[in-house]
C-alpha cells in the first residue's frame, strides 16, 4: 500500500529547485573561474555575480511564498531531533544562501577598479553597486573587499555543509525510513 504524500504547491517546489539548481551551478562557476583564463575572468566573474543576485531575489520571493503559504507538515515518523534539524538546516541554508549574496554584492562593490568597471547582469543592464562602499577610503575600502571576501568564502564553506546534511537528511529518509520525502519536492 503506498502512503499518502503531502506535497510542497508547485511554486513552492519550482522555486526549490531553480534555486537549488542555480546554485549548484554558481558553486561551480566560482571555483573553476580561474581555470578558464585570465582573459575571460571578468566575464566568469560577472556571469557569477549575474547569477548571485538572481539568486538573492529568487530566494527572497521563496521566503515571501513559504511565509504567506503553509508548507506540508514533516511526516510524523519523523523523531523530535529530526524535525528540529530539519528546521535548523533550512533555516540555516536560506540565510546562508542570503549571506552569499550580500557579502558577494558588498565584496564587489569595494573592488579597487568597481567604480570605472561597470556590472552588467548578465550582460544585459548595468547593475547598481553599493555606492557608498564604492566610494569610501582606498584604504578601507580594501579592508571590506578582503574582509567581505573571506566572509563570502567562508559562506561557501557552510552552504557545502548544509547542502550535504538537507540531501543526506532528505535520502535517509528516503532509503533508509522508506518514507516519500522525494516526492514531495517533486511533482
Known amino acids: ?3 499518502l ?3 510542497y504547491s508547485g511554486p513552492a517546489i519550482a522555486l526549490h529547485w531553480l534555486v537549488g539548481v542555480m546554485v549548484i551551478a554558481n558553486v561551480c562557476l566560482g571555483l573553476l573561474t580561474d581555470s578558464f583564463g585570465e ?3 571578468r566575464f566568469m566573474i560577472g556571469t557569477h555575480e549575474s547569477m548571485g543576485v538572481t539568486i538573492l531575489g529568487l530566494t527572497i520571493m521563496r521566503l515571501l511564498w513559504r ?3 503553509r508548507p506540508p507538515a514533516l511526516p510524523a515518523s519523523h523523531t523530535v531531533w529530526e524535525r528540529r534539524a530539519s528546521l535548523a538546516v533550512h533555516g540555516l541554508l536560506y540565510l546562508v544562501i542570503l549571506g552569499l549574496a550580500v557579502s558577494g554584492v558588498i565584496h564587489d ?4 577598479m568597481a567604480p ?3 556590472w552588467r547582469w548578465f550582460g544585459v543592464f548595468e547593475w547598481p553597486r553599493i555606492g ?3 566610494h569610501l577610503n582606498p584604504g578601507i575600502r580594501q579592508i571590506v573587499h578582503g574582509a567581505f571576501g573571506k566572509l563570502h568564502e567562508l559562506l561557501a564553506w557552510c552552504l557545502y555543509l548544509l547542502f550535504f546534511l538537507h540531501v543526506a537528511g532528505a535520502l535517509k529518509h528516503q532509503w533508509f525510513d522508506g518514507e516519500p520525502e522525494l516526492q514531495r519536492m517533486w511533482r
Open 67 to 69: 511565509a504567506t503559504h
Open 39 to 41: 582573459a575571460n575572468t
Open 132 to 134: 557608498w562602499i564604492m
Open 5 to 7: 504524500v503531502e506535497r
Open 1 to 3: 500500500m503506498s502512503k
Open 116 to 118: 570605472e568597471i561597470k
Open 109 to 112: 562593490s569595494a573592488w579597487n
